[in-house]
């Protein structure tokens, strides 16, 4: 199997290193697998703790001060501040799964009470939970925002209230420090450039016919994800051209169902871009249903990092899988110290992810760097 220089040259073993919010003080722990990794492993309910790549300024970030105008100091290891945390989709993804798992580790390790309410990917009900948790007495909140643009009712809400919101994963509309702290996530349109690269190194300089299976319209992960494969292709690989591009809603059925159609109505694919997991096993499904063969006839590449993916890439039927790193229980709570404290939180912090290809899916997985 072929993947490019730069897939190679990348490895999850970047992600055993020590947490940090700050532009500076951030240090590399040791290697993948070594006592730093068992270590993150004990603090974090995982062996592959988040480490942030760059956040987006140096200087002051948000504080309790500045944020809107200001709102009151609180401290949130007292036991008695509330801090409500309002998880988008279900969490029989194991991204969503993993994700809730962190927040609740870390809450119960420094002592936050923590009240939880769960939208299952609709968008009204996370505005109405949001505001039943304002109403339940929460004084901050992190937020995993199911729409990017959806969550208006709720911010306005929040800000109404003094109620800080820090957002994760997904942005929200508005001004950092205003209208929500801060953003804590992943660079999606570098994401979908390594999976460009993945799919040219795979077909041969790209000579590909690829399907796109893009995620749920609204957010800025889908748009981020599309957008930065599409370029990318455009930029260097001009024997690369997208034929169909449709959206499978981040799910695995909707994934498999409309990859189905796709491979039915463009006989020419030979790769698939999938934005997440999920979507990439409901395309392998579609692809054997077919009469074809995953990551022969049709290469496949994909985002998030979940087990069973990584395991498809170690046995061949899938090119790489770029992870998105979903523990973000020490980075948000840290936020929330950092935001009622002196240091403040820059407006946009960007971790580091794995990118998990043939030659190291068995190490990390053998290490636990999946999910």
């Known amino acids: 199997?072929?993947?490019?220089?730069?897939?190679?040259?990348?490895?999850?073993?970047?992600?055993?290193?020590?947490?940090?919010?700050a532009a500076t003080g951030c240090t590399k722990s040791d290697s993948a697998g070594g006592d730093s990794g068992a270590s993150a492993?004990?603090?974090?309910?995982?062996?592959?703790?988040?480490?942030?790549?760059?956040?987006?300024?140096?200087?002051?970030?948000c504080t309790y001060k500045t944020y809107g105008g200001g709102v009151p100091r609180l401290d949130i290891t007292d036991g008695r501040t509330v801090v409500g945390f309002s998880q988008s989709e279900s969490t029989s993804n194991p991204f969503r799964a993993t994700e809730t798992k962190s927040i609740e580790q870390q809450a119960k390790k420094l002592g936050v009470k923590l009240i939880e309410r769960n939208a299952n990917a609709d968008v009204n009900t996370q505005n109405s939970q949001i505001e039943d948790m304002i109403a339940q007495g929460a004084k901050?909140?992190?937020v995993a925002p199911e729409n990017s643009d959806g969550l208006g009712p709720a911010l306005a809400k929040a800000k109404s209230a003094k109620v800080p919101v820090l957002t994760i994963d997904r942005t929200?509309?508005?001004?950092?420090?205003?209208?929500?702290?801060?953003?804590?996530?992943?660079?999606?349109?570098?994401?979908?450039?390594?999976?460009?690269?993945?799919?040219?190194g795979a077909t041969g300089g790209g000579d590909a016919h690829v399907a796109i299976l893009t995620g749920t319209p609204g957010n800025n992960v889908t748009t981020d994800r599309t957008k930065g494969f599409e370029d990318r292709a455009k930029a260097k690989y001009p024997k690369m051209k997208?034929?169909?591009?449709?959206?499978?809603?981040?799910?695995?059925?909707?994934?498999?169902?409309?990859?189905?159609?796709?491979?039915?109505?463009?006989?020419?694919?030979?790769?698939?871009y999938a934005e997440n997991d999920e979507m990439a096993l409901g395309a392998i499904q579609a692809i054997r249903s077919a009469g074809k063969t995953p990551g022969k006839d049709v290469k496949v590449v994909s985002i998030?990092?979940?087990?069973?993916?990584?395991?498809?890439?170690?046995?061949?039927?899938?090119v790489s899988d770029?992870?998105?790193?979903?523990?973000?229980?020490?980075?948000?709570?840290q936020a929330l110290k950092d935001f009622y404290g002196t240091t403040g939180v820059q407006p946009k912090v960007i971790i580091k992810d794995g990118h998990f290809t043939a030659d190291n899916a068995k190490q990390a997985l053998d290490q636990g760097l999946v999910y």
Do not use: W
């Open 1 to 21: 199997m072929n993947v490019s220089p730069r897939a190679k040259a990348l490895t999850a073993a970047v992600l055993t290193a020590g947490l940090c919010l």
């Open 41 to 61: 492993a004990a603090n974090n309910g995982s062996a592959a703790s988040q480490q942030v790549a760059s956040p987006s300024a140096a200087g002051p970030g």
């Open 140 to 142: 901050v909140l992190i």
């Open 172 to 200: 929200v509309g508005g001004a950092a420090c205003t209208d929500f702290m801060a953003f804590i996530g992943s660079d999606f349109y570098h994401q979908a450039q390594l999976a460009a690269d993945d799919l040219a």
């Open 242 to 272: 997208v034929v169909a591009s449709q959206t499978g809603n981040f799910a695995q059925t909707d994934g498999q169902k409309v990859m189905e159609q796709l491979l039915q109505s463009h006989s020419d694919i030979n790769a698939v």
């Open 304 to 318: 998030d990092g979940i087990e069973q993916a990584v395991k498809n890439v170690g046995a061949g039927q899938m």
């Open 322 to 333: 770029i992870e998105t790193n979903p523990r973000f229980g020490p980075l948000a709570l």
